[in-house]
T-cell receptor
């Protein structure tokens, strides 16, 4: 069955450093991959989308890579700030998904210390 | 402001007492979906709807019902709630015409069934 894995352990980094979060998937050929941010008690908020034929996508301090050979996406936040502290979810969809649904990873909690 | 609105935000009920969680979006989205989020299990899809009067089961539909009589509304109905339905629920919507269109989430409904 389709499976998505994100770092289950929280990631703690110092302000100003680059945070790197990992999303791995198996038994799956996603056409797109999305990253969301979720703050405690709130709904996820869309950040970035990357297509299978794109290697890298950037938006301000955010960068996403998509390696279909390794079946992995990396999510980078450069010059991290305490306000970046949140849980980050990766989600995959596919031409083969019924109902256009996204399959979500469990998320990685990021904590940026001043 | 474009948004998905869920009500109520918090709900405590007893086993067997029927309840409805409302969801409304003002973005004219065709696609709407309900998720539940549990620690260690991530976001799991309950039901989804591709358009008015079109609904289908997600991954965990047991114990839930939905209806889509109008494009903007997608209520979630628990006919006879049980304690294992205690969870954080999210409604989401997106444009169906773009398969990779990101999901817009509501702020969640925290349900406790005693």
């Amino acid at each position: 069955s389709q499976k998505i894995e994100q770092n289950s352990e929280a990631l703690n980094i110092q302000e100003g450093k680059t945070a790197t979060l990992t999303c791995n998937y198996t038994n799956y050929s996603p056409a797109y991959l999305q990253w969301y941010r979720q703050d405690p008690g709130r709904g996820p908020v869309f950040l970035l989308l990357i297509r299978e034929n794109e290697k890298e996508k950037r938006k301000e301090r955010l960068k996403v890579t998509f390696d279909t050979t390794l079946k992995q996406s990396l999510f980078h936040i450069t010059a991290s700030q305490p306000a970046d502290s949140a849980t980050y979810l990766c989600a995959l969809d596919s031409y083969y998904n019924q109902g256009g649904k996204l399959i979500f990873g469990q998320g990685t909690e990021l904590s940026v210390k001043p | 402001e474009a948004q998905v609105t869920q009500n109520p935000r918090y709900l405590i009920t007893v086993t067997g007492k029927k309840l409805t969680v409302t969801c409304s979006q003002n973005m004219n989205h065709e696609y709407m979906s309900w998720y539940r989020q549990d620690p260690g299990l991530g976001l799991r899809q309950i039901y989804y709807s591709m358009n008015v009067e079109v609904t289908d089961k997600g991954d965990v539909p047991e114990g839930y019902k939905v209806s889509r009589k109008e494009k903007r509304n997608f209520p979630l109905i628990l006919e006879s709630p049980s304690p294992n339905q205690t969870s954080l629920y999210f409604c989401a919507s997106s444009l169906l015409t773009q398969p990779h269109s990101p999901l817009h989430f509501g702020n969640g409904t925290r349900l406790t069934v005693t």
